[in-house]
Every structure is written in C-alpha cells, then in structure tokens.
Antibody, heavy 117, light 110 residues
Framework: QVQLQESGPGLVKPSETLSLTCTVSGSSISSAYYWGWIRQPPGKGLEWLATIYHSGSTSYNPSLKSRVSISVDTSKNQFSLKLSSVTAADTAVYYC??????????WGQGTLVTVSS | QSALTQPASVSGSPGQSITISCTGTSSGVGGYNYVSWYQQYPGKAPKLMIYGVSNRPSGVSNRFSGSKSGNTASLTISGLQAEDEADYYCSSYTSSSTLVFGGGTKLTVL
C-alpha cells in the first residue's frame, strides 16, 4: 500500500523559506513515477507547484518558478519542497503526491502551513 | 499558466445524472489525453476518480465517467447519490511540461 506523509513546520515567518518533506512508503521513489507537490489555500482550489523524477528532472509552476525548488533523496525515500520569500498568500494546505504521468494517484493527508509573524 | 475553467457549482437530485465541464486550450486539454478528475471532501485529501480522460482506477464506481471533445473535458456522474456531494477538480498536462488544475466545482445533491 502506497502511503505519503508530509512533514515540516506549521508556522513560517514572512520573507522566510518554507521547507517540507514527503516520506514515501510502499513505493520506491526510484521507480518509474514522478513525485509532486500541490497546495490549497483555505477555502480555495488546488494549485500544482512542482514535480520531480528520481533522476532529478524537475518541472515547476511558472507563476512560482523563481521561488520554488523540489529535490529528491533516494536513500531516504523522500522528496522535499522549498518555497522562498513567503507571504501570507502562501498560507495553504500542502499535499505531496505520486505522479503517474500525468495524474496524481496517491496523495498525502496534507499539512497546513501558516505564514505569519 | 491559467487554471482550467470549471463551473463553480452544479446540483442534481438523487438518481439523476450531472456533468461537470473543464475547459482548457489546445496546448493542454485539447492536445493530450492526460485529463484527470479528483473528488475532495471537506478537510480531506483529493481522491483520483478518472485518469487519461476516461479511465477509472480500481475501486471507483462505474457511475463516474469521463470524456473529452476538443478543448473541453467532462465528468459525468450518473445515478447521483448523497455521498457524491463534494468538490471536484480537473487537471491536465500541458505542452510546457507542466500540470494545471481547474478552479473546482462544488456538487450539491438536492
């Protein structure tokens, strides 16, 4: 059974960098899938952020490309998200998901990140 | 990139059929058979309902079906049930090697 679990600080200060990690179980991160991050501001819709393949190949949402970074750690079966220079507009539930190109078949439960001083 | 266009809300009575549309461009929805649909209950993670325009994952009811015509994809739910009341999102791959979601549709079962 494939399971994904997000982890990271629930509170980040404005202008700082948001860092989240997704731990994958039941599926090797080195297998023939991509891995991605999606977020959902309170009361709003889903927004795709970034996708990565275990080889390191990445794709980013153009609207966030200058601030977002995704990486993978095959030794820990994890992948991570960094979002720099955050503002209140980055407050959202952040989901990690497995990407079977090109749909999201397994999702984490989501973690709420609030940007506030 | 612009979000795919979905109606904000749709409604139907139990037993009826409803259709949710998802409109994109020829470089996304119209250009690839990579449209997927997700169901989301409040406070829960989205669940994959349809992938590759019209394929259902194992365990998803056959009351859910997907189709595409030109730049518009559609999700149809037949034999509407109270448990279908949720938010629905479409997603598509694009020619820029990116992914994009629709704005979401709230389904109300009357």
């Amino acid at each position: 059974q494939v399971q994904l679990q997000e982890s990271g600080p629930g509170l980040v200060k404005p202008s700082e960098t948001l860092s989240l990690t997704c731990t994958v179980s039941g599926s090797s991160i080195s297998s023939a899938y991509y891995w991605g991050w999606i977020r959902q501001p309170p009361g709003k819709g889903l927004e795709w952020l970034a996708t990565i393949y275990h080889s390191g190949s990445t794709s980013y949402n153009p609207s966030l490309k200058s601030r977002v970074s995704i990486s993978v750690d095959t030794s820990k079966n994890q992948f991570s998200l960094k979002l720099s220079s955050v503002t209140a507009a980055d407050t959202a539930v952040y989901y990690c998901a497995r990407v079977d190109p090109w749909f999201f078949d397994y999702w984490g439960q989501g973690t709420l990140v609030t940007v506030s001083s | 990139q612009s979000a795919l266009t979905q109606p904000a809300s749709v409604s139907g009575s139990p037993g009826q059929s409803i259709t949710i549309s998802c409109t994109g461009t020829s470089s996304g929805v119209g250009g690839y058979n990579y449209v997927s649909w997700y169901q989301q209950y409040p406070g829960k993670a989205p669940k994959l309902m349809i992938y590759g325009v019209s394929n259902r994952p194992s365990g998803v009811s056959n009351r859910f079906s997907g189709s595409k015509s030109g730049n518009t994809a559609s999700l149809t739910i037949s034999g509407l049930q109270a448990e279908d009341e949720a938010d629905y999102y479409c997603s598509s791959y694009t020619s820029s090697s990116t992914l994009v979601f629709g704005g979401g549709t709230k389904l109300t079962v009357l």
